[in-house]
């Protein structure tokens, strides 16, 4: 009966010490998880950032990030390594930030490409609302509406008037299917409810090229690429694609000035960080990138490549902006029927 008694004695003290012991290590790892964030957000950034940009280097977007880079490492005290990775329009470069730790050391630098491969991309590999986190919009890259000088129009309304007599005769330029270009072009067909014929190229040159020689009538150009050629009068412009007047040609006229209500169609460059990053280090990210982005060097290095700098907005405006972002263009490629991928 002793013996029994002191068995059962011996047997419940290791289950108060099994269950001691579990306690603790439920307690550390609630400590470490509680603690660890702040400390590292504290800490960060400890070694080097990668920002990725998956387009080409010399580009306006390129010179973007390496502007932003150099003024940012100073107040980060880190080196921002550049790296351009291409591929997909843009996709695989996002994909391997999306996939990349969230610790705060892989960012993306991207355009409203993001929104439009979203919509039009059946399969894409990450989810663009789930797996990126929002850190600041940056700037906003304006196209211009040029016509060929040939086309004998001066004003956006005088090209409405002469398309609704010519019902899909006139054409339009772009850098391929699903370019800001091509979406730009059938945003504007619909709020001007006209009919305009769709004329895909490989690239922005060679439409640009062929806009010039009179072969096209119309492409949406990026105004750092249509400025030298309006300048030369090979080409003529009829309006810019911001809300607002832009520096570059300030007596031109925006579209909703010329007449097309709603019509906004800029291109915005915005930083991602993997979701799941630490809220103190998106913070931390955030900030300091307002403070780059009011430099004067970051500003006018913009200016001079066809941008300007956003007004830094919250990232929760970031976030329900992209949201609304993706639904236009959504609506756009709904109307105009533009195929999936």
């Not at 068995?7 to 998880?33: E, G, P, Q, Y």
């Not at 660890?36 to 390129?62: E, F, M, T």
């Not at 107040?75 to 996002?94: D, H």
């Not at 907005?313 to 105009?336: C, H, I, P, T």
């Amino acid at each position: 009966m002793v013996k029994s008694n002191l068995r059962d004695a011996l047997k419940n003290m290791r289950v108060l010490n099994n269950t001691s012991r579990w306690l603790s290590v439920c307690i550390a790892i609630f400590i470490a998880a509680v603690f660890n964030v702040p400390a590292s957000a504290q800490d960060y950034p400890d070694k080097p950032i990668r920002l990725v940009i998956p387009w080409p280097a010399g580009g306006l977007v390129d010179i973007a990030g390496r502007t932003a880079a150099k003024v940012l490492q100073p107040s980060l005290k880190q080196t921002i390594v550049v790296e351009n990775k291409l591929g997909a329009g843009g996709i695989l470069g996002a994909d391997s930030v999306a996939k990349a730790p969230a610790d705060g050391y892989t960012l993306l630098l991207t355009t409203s490409a993001l929104s439009i491969n979203a919509v039009l991309r059946t399969k894409m590999p990450f989810d663009m609302s789930n797996d990126l986190a929002p850190i600041a919009l940056i700037a906003w890259a304006p196209s211009v509406l040029v016509a060929s000088p040939l086309l004998k129009v001066a004003s956006v309304q005088e090209l409405i008037a002469l398309a609704k007599t010519k019902p899909g005769k006139l054409t339009y330029a772009s850098a391929g299917v699903g370019s800001p270009a091509h979406l730009s072009a059938e945003l504007f067909k619909t709020l001007a409810g006209i009919d305009l014929l769709h004329v895909p190229y490989k690239g922005a040159p060679q439409a640009m090229t062929d806009v010039i020689a009179g072969e096209v009538d119309l492409l949406f150009a990026n105004a750092t690429v249509a400025i030298p050629q309006i300048k030369a009068n090979k080409i003529r412009a009829l309006a810019v694609t911001s809300a607002k007047p832009y520096a570059g040609l300030p007596d031109l006229p925006t579209m909703a000035q010329a007449g097309v209500l709603k019509f906004e169609a800029d291109q915005w460059l915005g930083i991602f960080a993997p979701s799941g990053t630490p809220e103190a280090i998106l913070t931390l990210l955030h900030r300091e990138i307002g403070k780059a982005l009011v430099n004067g060097e970051v500003r006018t290095t913009l200016e001079q490549n066809g941008m300007t700098t956003a007004v830094l907005a919250s990232r929760n405006d970031f976030k329900n902006f992209l949201v609304q972002d993706k639904e236009k263009w959504a609506g756009v490629v709904s109307a105009a029927n533009i195929p999936k991928e």
